[in-house]
């Protein structure tokens, strides 16, 4: 198992990222920077309109990203000989081996 000492600062960062803890905020920081440089004059209905359905995309699809991660990390995990697994998703052949199931 990793420890977080053993990772390093970009280590630290790309688990962070990796986990959604910074692309939710990102996000939301970026569609904030675009409202608040927009001219008054461009900040039409339409133009929040198209922001919005902007945002409706970016959360969907940070949505599916962070959906498919945690499936790459439960199949990378899987990988691993059953007394090594830290997940509580064990395939049905670990379960048998180690007794969770008769």
Known sequence: MITVGELGPLGILAVYIAC????FPLTIALIRGVVSVAAPARATPAFHERLDRAMGWSFG???ILMLLLYYGAVLLEHQKPCDDQRTNQLTTFCKKKLGAIP
């Open 61 to 63: 699809g940070w949505i």
């Open 20 to 23: 959604g803890a910074a692309t």
